[in-house]
């Protein structure tokens, strides 16, 4: 075997051809030993050095030196470039890739051109990884290098294409993106839906609507979770319709997580039906988004007298009256009604004195529909049995105010003349004799006495 591994491919082919012409049935042993032979090299090791990486450029065998340009590749800096240019020109498909893959991993000492070259390439896997190395150098890679990938014949080329265009940041025009949601392949329309919502607020949201309705219903489960990054610009009647007309449980489920990203704007009677889907995940969805719903609301009426700004994932910041606003239009059962009195002189006072003069007037309004909305809240808690603990403890209270008021207000006034022998009927009493007090009018009398 020391000679065998010292010897070529080429060469050890030829040796078992001779071996094997001189086969003879009859001895088994050596019909075993010609069968047990391999030509494959053993790998490469794991802690080969650069040198010997290099050296392995330059094998006989195909797998060897693909993986030896794989591997410098992964090495950075160490790593001259030359040879893997090299490489490129390698007979070999499969090396010449691994080399271009390799050479986007080294940075900026890796001129452009033999990259752009590459990109002609007969064989489209190196196409491919040209394209994708020219992504990885950002600002040095112009666009009209991956405008030319974006014509080409083979589909994952122009997907390579696409997301290398969305590494170039904002200097990369972002319509060329929406223009490939017309490809015929559905991984390039894929792709670029991925960049469009990486791109955020400076992506249009009309061509990701549309891709909702795409014959593909992976393209239009991406196409929802696109929408994630559009913030407020979405509308929320279409993502309703899709909702609706969707079959598709995944799609279904990701819309339930957008109007989840979208916070308050979402209207809750939409995450309310979810909860009827047939599908579980969706369900679940709803759930979850309903819970964030609500602990949201409950920490900003619970902070209420310090809030200044309060973000909710997905929306901008937003004003305390906007906030107390929106989450007051929806019964919280952790709004606390023990302490309406104090947070109303605490907000008519931030809201008057510390504001200017033009936010008086809204912010006064604001207080005052949040002191009108309590006792239709509190009564909506009690029949829903959903009272809060404080709440629990300001009804307490206002029970025993009104009884007390109610008692008080049954006594007589000390300033009413009562008759010395005007007996006082018992309230609410059962089974008890009241004389019962005759007025009579005497006619020499001027006025009525009590008998």
Not at 201 to 216: K, M, N, W
Not at 220 to 236: C, H, N, S, T, W
Not at 354 to 371: E, G, I, N, Y
Not at 381 to 404: E, P, S, Y
Request: aromatic content about 4%.
């Amino acid at each position: 075997m020391e000679h065998t591994d010292r010897l070529s491919i080429k060469d050890a082919r030829k040796l078992v051809q001779q071996l094997r012409s001189l086969r003879n049935p009859d001895n088994k042993e050596f019909e075993q030993i010609i069968n047990s032979i391999r030509l494959d090299r053993a790998p490469i090791a794991p802690d080969a050095s650069i040198e010997t990486l290099l050296e392995a450029l330059h094998d006989e065998e195909l797998s060897i030196r693909a993986e030896a340009a794989q591997r410098l590749g992964t090495l950075g800096e160490r790593v001259p470039v030359e040879p893997l240019l090299e490489a490129l020109r390698d007979e070999q498909r499969y090396v010449r890739a691994e080399a271009a893959r390799a050479l986007g991993r080294l940075g900026e000492r890796v001129p452009l051109e033999p990259l752009v070259c590459a990109m002609h390439d007969s064989d489209g896997s190196v196409r491919v990884a040209a394209v994708q190395s020219l992504g990885m150098f950002g600002e040095r890679t112009s666009t009209s290098f991956l405008i030319v990938a974006l014509r080409d014949p083979w589909p994952p080329v122009r997907e390579a294409a696409i997301v290398a265009w969305g590494k170039l940041g904002a200097r990369a025009p972002i319509e060329v993106v929406a223009a490939a949601l017309q490809d015929e392949d559905k991984f390039v329309r894929i792709a670029a839906l991925t960049v469009l919502g990486a791109a955020g607020e400076r992506a249009p949201v009309e061509p990701i609507l549309a891709a909702l309705g795409d014959v593909q219903k992976s393209v239009r489960e991406i196409a929802v979770g696109a929408l994630g990054g559009m913030g407020q610009r979405v509308p929320i009647d279409i993502l309703a319709t899709a909702f609706n007309t969707s079959k598709w449980p995944p799609m279904r489920e990701g819309i339930v997580r957008v109007l989840d990203m979208l916070g308050q704007q979402t209207p809750e009677k939409m995450l309310q039906a979810a909860l009827h889907d047939e599908w579980p995940p969706v369900r679940e969805a709803a759930e979850l988004a309903l819970q964030r719903r609500r602990e949201y609301q409950r920490e900003v009426l619970n902070r209420a007298p310090q809030l200044e700004n309060v973000t909710y994932e997905g929306e901008d910041e937003r004003s305390d009256a906007a906030v107390l606003d929106a989450a007051s239009e929806e019964a919280d059962p952790s709004r606390s009604g023990l302490l309406v009195l104090p947070y109303a002189l605490a907000e008519i006072y931030r809201n008057v004195i510390s504001k200017p003069f033009d936010q008086v007037t809204k912010s006064l309004r604001s207080t005052w529909d949040w002191l009108w909305s309590w006792p239709s809240t509190l009564l909506e808690q009690v029949q829903t049995r959903q009272i809060g603990k404080d709440n629990k403890i300001a009804l307490i209270v206002a029970c025993m105010l009104i009884g007390a008021w109610l008692l008080i207000s049954r006594r007589p006034h000390a300033s009413t003349p009562v008759a010395d022998n005007a007996i006082q009927k018992p309230s609410l009493t059962a089974n008890v004799d009241v004389p019962v007090i005759k007025v009579i009018k005497h006619p020499d009398l001027p006025s009525p006495i009590a008998t």
